[in-house]
C-alpha cells in the first residue's frame, strides 16, 4: 500500500515527459506565476507533543468500545463478562486519561486547553464507567435494578464523551502544532 503514491507520481511523471514532445507553444501570458511554498520543519519538541497527542487518539479509537454482546446464560458467567467488559473500558479511559496528562505542560500554552477540553470529560466519563462496574461487582446477581443502574451510568457516560467531541470540534490547536501533525508518524493517515 505504501508504494502505490509514489508509483502513481513516477508514472505521472513519465506520461508528462512522454507527451511533452508532443506539446506545442501557446500565445499569451500565464494566469498566476507559480509560487514555491516550502514549510519549515516545526519544532521538535511540537511534533513529539502532536505524534503523542496523535497516539492518544489512535489507542482510543482502536480500543473500540463496550461491546456485550451475548451474555452467557450461566448467571455468575454473565456477571463476570458485564464486569470484564467494562473493566476494559476503565483500563482504556485511564490510560488515555493518563498519556494525556502527560501532556501538559505543551511546548505552548495554548496546546494545554486541547488538553484540558478532553482530559475533564474522559475522566467524567471513566469515573461512571467505574460506577457501573462497581455496581455489577458488588451486585449477588444480574437483575434489572441492577441492569437499570447500569444503563443510567452508561448513558451518563455516554453523553460527557459526546459533549468533548462536541467542545473539541470548537477547540484548536495553534497553527505550529497543526503543521507539525504532517511530520509526527502518529498523525498520519
Given amino acids: 500500500m505504501g508504494y502505490n503514491l509514489p508509483v502513481r507520481r513516477i508514472l505521472a511523471c513519465a506520461l508528462l515527459l512522454a507527451t511533452a514532445g508532443c506539446a506545442t507553444p501557446v500565445a499569451g501570458k500565464p494566469v498566476a506565476a507559480p509560487t514555491t511554498t ?20 489512535n489507542f482510543l479509537v ?13 448467571p455468575v458467567a454473565a456477571k463476570k463478562s458485564v464486569s470484564d467488559a467494562l473493566g476494559r473500558v476503565v483500563d482504556v479511559l485511564n490510560v488515555a ?6 501532556l501538559t505542560p505543551a511546548p505552548v500554552p495554548a496546546a494545554d486547553t486541547a488538553v484540558e477540553v478532553l ?8 469515573d461512571k464507567f467505574v460506577s457501573a462496574k462497581s455496581t455489577v461487582d458488588g451486585a449477588a446477581e444480574l437483575t434489572s435494578d441492577v441492569f437499570n443502574s447500569i444503563a443510567q451510568d452508561l448513558t451518563e457516560a455516554v453523553t460527557v464523551m459526546n459533549d468533548a467531541v462536541e467542545k473539541m470540534s470548537v477547540v484548536s490547536l495553534p497553527e505550529e502544532f497543526t503543521d507539525a501533525a504532517d511530520q509526527a508518524a502518529n498523525c498520519k493517515r
Avoid at 482502536?62 to 450461566?74: C, E, M, N, Y
Avoid at 486519561?97 to 502527560?102: K, M, N, P, T, Y
Wanted: proline content about 6%.
Fill in 119 to 126: 482530559v475533564e470529560p474522559l475522566s467524567r466519563a471513566r
Fill in 97 to 102: 486519561v493518563h498519556d494525556l496528562g502527560e
Fill in 38 to 57: 516550502t514549510t519549515a520543519a516545526a519544532a521538535p519538541e511540537v511534533v513529539r507533543w502532536m505524534d503523542n497527542f496523535c497516539g492518544v487518539a
Fill in 62 to 74: 482502536a480500543s473500540g468500545g463496550v461491546q456485550l454482546d451475548r451474555t452467557p446464560a450461566d
